[in-house]
């Protein structure tokens, strides 16, 4: 491949704890993989003091291409984005957290580049302000690619159909709103979330509803309460897709959260939680005859999606296929969950 400027550049994750991530050897292979004279780093944040410190240094470094953020900073990172003056992309506005962030750079960015944003492909040009550019300068963009990790690994890995279906979801978190509003925007009849509480998920609905019906007619979204038992019974029924967006089975003793007599072979089953073997849900949807995954597909798929976007902002040319960029990421994955006996060769 080649680029128009393609000096040494590093990007990398933030959060706490980071140290089992994943990411690194995925980035790492892809760079080598498409001569990317870059590299990928952990970026350890114990306390949120540390998280601001290491944000404001990386977020106007001019080696950095970008970064992945994940918990507990996802939220702290979106209202960094803000507060620079930098833009939340689509889904992290509405949801509030991010997952990535790219920097677009004006005038030196990176090394000599041109002060023209003319040459930014796709959406990220569209999100610059050509009259503000002031060399040299640099502009947040931060996106929360979960949502679309999620349909991406659901069209490449089973043959379910989006439009129309009825999905229930298990968590409130930012990873569950992401999700929601993918499935939503995918053409998802009814996506029902359940939480511990009843009121928590209902809150949590009334506020995705606010932000799809900008766009959408409302009534895709319910909130019910896991002591809902009729209605959640009914629920999973009438259900193709649920999904567990909770951290619930990383532990080997994790009991699954969703009702696990109610699967048949009617449902597709996804666990977010990946690396640590089949948990209790995994077994169970298996077990009743459902296709089950974990979350190493998404996560991957995550990956690749932000790996284009730091090349697009970077004005790398011609930007590597996302296909391609996929199978080298899990190629990569796979070997470095074999190397760490999680799980067999």
Same mark, same amino acid.
């Given at each position: 491949?080649?680029?128009?400027?393609?000096?040494?550049?590093?990007?990398?994750?933030?959060?706490?704890?980071?140290?089992?991530?994943?990411?690194?050897?995925?980035?790492?292979?892809?760079?080598?993989?498409?001569?990317?004279?870059?590299?990928?780093?952990?970026?350890?944040?114990?306390?949120?003091?540390?998280?601001?410190?290491?944000?404001?240094?990386?977020?106007?470094?001019? /080696?950095?291409?970008?970064?992945? *953020?994940?918990?507990?900073?996802?939220?702290?990172?979106?209202?960094?984005?803000?507060?620079?003056?930098?833009?939340?992309?689509?889904?992290?506005?509405?949801?509030?957290?991010?997952?990535?962030?790219?920097? *677009?750079?004006?005038?030196?960015p990176l090394a000599q580049q041109?002060? /023209?944003?003319?040459?930014?492909?796709?959406?990220?040009?569209?999100?610059?302000?050509?009259?503000?550019?002031?060399?040299?300068?640099?502009?947040?963009?931060?996106?929360?690619?979960?949502?679309?990790?999620?349909?991406?690994?659901?069209?490449?890995?089973?043959?379910?159909?989006?439009?129309?279906?009825?999905?229930?979801?298990?968590?409130?978190?930012?990873?569950?709103?992401?999700?929601?509003?993918?499935?939503?925007?995918?053409?998802?009849?009814?996506?029902? *979330?359940?939480?511990?509480?009843?009121?928590?998920?209902?809150?949590? *609905?009334?506020?995705?509803?606010?932000?799809?019906?900008?766009?959408?007619?409302?009534?895709?979204?319910?909130?019910?309460?896991?002591?809902?038992?009729?209605?959640?019974?009914?629920?999973?029924?009438?259900?193709?897709?649920?999904?567990?967006?909770?951290?619930?089975?990383?532990?080997?003793?994790?009991?699954?959260?969703?009702?696990?007599?109610?699967?048949?072979?009617?449902?597709?089953?996804?666990?977010?939680?990946?690396?640590?073997?089949?948990?209790?849900?995994?077994?169970?949807?298996?077990?009743?005859?459902?296709r089950a995954f974990d979350g190493l597909d998404m996560?991957?798929?995550?990956?690749?999606?932000?790996?284009?976007?730091?090349?697009?902002?970077?004005?790398?040319?011609?930007?590597?296929?996302?296909?391609?960029?996929?199978?080298?990421?899990?190629?990569?994955?796979?070997?470095?969950?074999?190397?760490?006996?999680?799980?067999?060769?």
């Amino acid at each position: 491949m080649s680029a128009i400027i393609n000096p040494p550049a590093k990007t990398g994750l933030i959060g706490f704890p980071v140290e089992k991530s994943l990411l690194p050897a995925l980035y790492n292979a892809a760079y080598d993989q498409f001569d990317l004279n870059w590299r990928y780093h952990l970026y350890p944040a114990a306390s949120s003091r540390d998280f601001d410190r290491l944000f404001a240094e990386l977020s106007v470094d001019e /080696s950095c291409a970008g970064l992945s *953020v994940t918990l507990p900073y996802q939220r702290a990172a979106a209202e960094a984005v803000t507060s620079a003056g930098g833009m939340l992309v689509d889904t992290a506005q509405d949801v509030g957290a991010l997952t990535l962030v790219s920097l *677009v750079y004006h005038g030196t960015p990176l090394a000599q580049q041109s002060t /023209s944003t003319e040459t930014l492909p796709g959406k990220q040009a569209a999100l610059v302000d050509k009259n503000e550019v002031s060399p040299p300068w640099v502009s947040l963009l931060g996106y929360n690619l979960d949502g679309a990790g999620l349909v991406a690994s659901l069209r490449r890995r089973t043959d379910l159909h989006l439009v129309g279906a009825r999905v229930v979801i298990y968590g409130t978190g930012a990873t569950s709103a992401s999700f929601c509003l993918a499935l939503a925007a995918a053409g998802a009849s009814e996506v029902t *979330v359940v939480s511990r509480h009843s009121a928590r998920a209902r809150d949590f *609905v009334a506020n995705l509803s606010a932000s799809f019906c900008k766009q959408q007619p409302d009534g895709t979204f319910r909130g019910l309460g896991d002591t809902d038992e009729v209605l959640l019974r009914s629920t999973l029924e009438e259900a193709t897709l649920l999904i567990d967006a909770t951290s619930t089975g990383t532990y080997p003793d994790d009991l699954a959260l969703l009702s696990t007599n109610r699967i048949s072979p009617q449902h597709t089953v996804l666990d977010v939680v990946y690396g640590q073997g089949q948990t209790q849900l995994l077994r169970a949807a298996r077990a009743a005859g459902a296709r089950a995954f974990d979350g190493l597909d998404m996560m991957v798929e995550t990956a690749a999606l932000g790996f284009s976007l730091w090349c697009e902002a970077s004005r790398i040319q011609p930007v590597p296929n996302n296909a391609a960029v996929f199978d080298v990421m899990m190629k990569a994955a796979r070997a470095e969950l074999q190397r760490r006996e999680l799980i067999a060769p």
